[in-house]
Every structure is written in C-alpha cells, then in structure tokens.
C-alpha cells in the first residue's frame, strides 16, 4: 500500500483494538462487537477491501483473532440520504484549505452520516487523502472550516487553536435583549446535559468564554456578533440561550424540539463569518470571511 493510500486509511477509517474473548478469527470479533451489522455485511466489506490491518492493508476473513489486534474498517450507511446543500472553497494551496460549509452537512462522519460530510465531499473535490479538519462547527452551524492538506505541515496549523492564536467570529441571529448591557463577555461551565447530545451550564469554575455585541438591530431580532474564547460543544448557542435569546430555528436550545426533523427553509441562524491568524508556515497575516449571509 502507498503511503499516500496508507493515510487515507488513516484519516477516513475507524479504529478497534479487539477487545477479550473467544473468537477464532478477526470476522467473529467483528460480527460480536458491532451485532447491528451482519456477518453477510461484514464479509462483503472484507471482500471490497473496507477492513485493514494496522498496516493498511486489506484483511481476509479467515485472519486469526488476536486480542488486542488493531483494526481500520471504514463506516458505511446503507442508502445514505442526500444533503442537498452545497459547500464552496475559498481558499487552496499545498498546506491549507479553506471551505465554507453550508447549514446541515456535517464536518466529519458521525452516526448517519458518512459519505454526506464535508470532509468526504473535499477529499473527492480535490483528490487529497490528506485532508484533516483543523477544527469542527456543528452540523447546523454555517461557515469557514479549515483544512490541513499536508501532513508535513499540519502540526504547525493545529497549534493555532489551543494557544488562542487564530481570532474567529460568528454571527447570530436571535430575539433582542434589550434589557442586556453590550458588548459583554458571558463566562460559565459547560457539562453534558440531557438528552446526551445537549450541552448545559453547571456549577463550578467556568471553562467557556464568549465576547458578545449587537451590531445590527431589526425590531424584535438582532444580528449579534459573537467571539468565542473557548471552543466548547454547542457553547455559543448555550451562551446565547441563557442570556434569554435562544438562536433563531436552534432545534435543542432552550428546549428540544421533538422529533425535529431537519427544515432545509429553516436553518439555525448561526454562522462562522470570520477567521484571523499569523500562517505559522508562510507568517502571511491571514484573514478569511465567509459568503454565506444570515438572512432575517
């Protein structure tokens, strides 16, 4: 396997350390840890070549179990649905992508979605296995996403975000508050909420901070411009929520919306406007803004 073939199996696969047990071969295992999926499903992988070894290459189905083997397999979803949404790239060179991802798609596989993510749309776009997302907005978030195409480079672009050396802004649209003082800066502790997938503010030492202003008012919604410090799950809508102004079309904040289904007329008016950074490569100032608009 080449290396280039190598890293894509890296990068767009899952990983399991087989786990204790019994099983003669590494088929066994696998049809004993994942029994949502068949063994038939299993075997016709096997047989595309969607299940490696830690070398990245193609087991078989009789390859002998051996506790704590390592094995790639790549997710699948039979009949995938369509996102019929369409993401743009505003920037591209050798070390750097940048993309503006639209409402819905998500950025990476995760339960459902597979084949429909950004990353996967990209890495056909630009025939790059490479590609990594430096960092992550929800599925429902709008905006710029940045992307490492080089493993050379990668490591110096993915410092920017835990030493706070990229500046990011978002827009949002929400009920007014206009008995809130602004701009402000909204600090609290996120912890997990309920259902599993919600966030929700604790007691304790705060791990979150928001910088907030208004900087367009339209009767009784405003256009807020958000800057967040930290970079926590769901932590501007939780923010926004608590101050009283839950985002315009949020489907889990303040309340969830039972069986929500997604509203492609409705989305969550929330977007990635802007990104700021010194390129840690080229030391170019770098400043890129999204070409999607929160409409009213």
Same mark, same amino acid.
């Given at each position: 396997?080449? +290396?280039s073939a190598?890293s894509a199996?890296?990068?767009?696969?899952?990983t399991l350390y087989?786990p204790?047990g019994?099983?003669? $071969?590494v088929?066994?295992c696998?049809c004993?840890h994942?029994?949502?999926?068949?063994? +038939?499903q299993?075997?016709?992988?096997i047989?595309r070549?969607?299940?490696?070894?830690a070398?990245?290459?193609p087991?078989g189905?009789?390859?002998?179990?051996r506790e704590?083997l390592?094995?790639?397999y790549?997710?699948e979803?039979?009949?995938e649905?369509?996102?019929?949404?369409?993401?743009s790239?505003?920037?591209?060179d050798?070390?750097?992508?940048?993309a503006d991802?639209?409402?819905?798609?998500p950025v990476?596989p995760a339960?459902?979605?597979?084949e429909q993510?950004l990353? =996967?749309?990209?890495?056909?776009r630009?025939?790059?296995?490479d590609?990594v997302?430096?960092h992550?907005i929800?599925?429902?978030?709008?905006?710029?996403?940045?992307?490492?195409?080089?493993?050379q480079?990668?490591?110096?672009y993915?410092?920017?975000f835990?030493? =706070?050396?990229i500046?990011?802004?978002?827009?949002a649209i929400?009920?007014a508050?206009?008995?809130?003082?602004f701009?402000?800066?909204?600090?609290s502790r996120l912890?997990?909420?309920?259902p599993?997938?919600?966030?929700?503010?604790?007691e304790g030492?705060?791990?979150?901070? $928001?910088a907030?202003?208004?900087?367009?008012?339209?009767g009784d919604l405003?256009r807020?411009?958000?800057?967040?410090v930290?970079?926590?799950?769901?932590?501007?809508r939780?923010?926004m929520a608590?101050?009283?102004a839950g985002i315009c079309?949020?489907?889990?904040?303040p309340?969830v919306?039972?069986?929500?289904?997604?509203?492609?007329?409705?989305?969550l008016?929330?977007?990635?406007?802007?990104?700021?950074?010194v390129d840690?490569? $080229?030391?170019?100032q770098?400043?890129?803004?999204s070409?999607i608009h929160?409409?009213w």
């Amino acid at each position: 396997m080449s +290396e280039s073939a190598f890293s894509a199996a890296n990068s767009q696969a899952s990983t399991l350390y087989l786990p204790p047990g019994k099983w003669l $071969t590494v088929l066994d295992c696998l049809c004993a840890h994942f029994s949502a999926i068949s063994r +038939e499903q299993w075997l016709d992988r096997i047989a595309r070549g969607r299940v490696l070894d830690a070398n990245g290459k193609p087991v078989g189905a009789d390859l002998a179990y051996r506790e704590g083997l390592r094995i790639h397999y790549f997710r699948e979803v039979p009949n995938e649905t369509p996102i019929p949404v369409h993401e743009s790239i505003l920037y591209s060179d050798e070390h750097l992508v940048v993309a503006d991802k639209p409402h819905f798609l998500p950025v990476t596989p995760a339960g459902e979605y597979v084949e429909q993510t950004l990353l =996967r749309r990209l890495i056909r776009r630009l025939d790059n296995p490479d590609l990594v997302p430096l960092h992550r907005i929800d599925r429902h978030t709008a905006g710029l996403v940045l992307f490492s195409a080089s493993k050379q480079t990668r490591s110096a672009y993915q410092s920017l975000f835990p030493t =706070r050396q990229i500046d990011k802004r978002y827009e949002a649209i929400a009920p007014a508050l206009p008995g809130v003082e602004f701009p402000r800066v909204h600090k609290s502790r996120l912890i997990d909420g309920e259902p599993f997938f919600r966030m929700q503010e604790g007691e304790g030492v705060s791990n979150t901070e $928001t910088a907030m202003e208004v900087c367009e008012r339209n009767g009784d919604l405003w256009r807020y411009a958000l800057y967040p410090v930290t970079g926590k799950k769901h932590q501007l809508r939780v923010h926004m929520a608590a101050l009283g102004a839950g985002i315009c079309n949020d489907p889990f904040y303040p309340n969830v919306l039972k069986d929500a289904v997604d509203d492609y007329a409705r989305p969550l008016k929330l977007l990635a406007q802007s990104l700021r950074f010194v390129d840690p490569v $080229t030391r170019q100032q770098r400043r890129f803004e999204s070409e999607i608009h929160l409409e009213w």
